[in-house]
Nanobody, 119 residues
């Protein structure tokens, strides 16, 4: 099992920055990928960025160039640095960990942290 605890959400104005943190505990050595998803009411949860255990990074949707995902192995923590935030970035952001098996993927989720971008 993997437990994930997020922090760092809040209310910011358009153009400002925010950093989210996610600390993992439990069977962390078995995690293959960690990432961040976001969800707004009435919409599906969407993947924003992820980082593999080997350090490969992917960005999705319109965040490339504005968001940066990174990790601190010593602290078992993944960060999402968000810049040039826009109202469209308003969502609940969820930390995600994946364990990948042949024919199956296990997902673990944090409780989510609200990010609101508004003037």
């Amino acid at each position: 099992q993997v437990q994930l605890v997020e922090s760092g959400g809040g209310l910011v104005q358009p153009g400002e920055s925010l950093r989210l943190s996610c600390t993992a505990s439990g069977s962390i050595s078995s995690i293959d990928v960690m990432g961040w998803y976001r969800q707004t009411p009435g919409k599906q949860r969407e993947l924003v960025a992820d980082i593999t255990s080997s350090g490969s990074i992917n960005y999705y949707h319109s965040v490339k160039g504005r968001f940066t995902i990174s990790r601190d192995g010593a602290k078992n923590t993944v960060y999402l640095q968000m810049g040039s935030l826009q109202p469209a970035d308003t969502a609940v952001y969820y930390c995600n960990a994946r364990r990948i098996f042949i024919g199956n993927v296990e997902h673990y989720w944090g409780e989510g942290t609200q990010v609101t971008v508004s003037s």
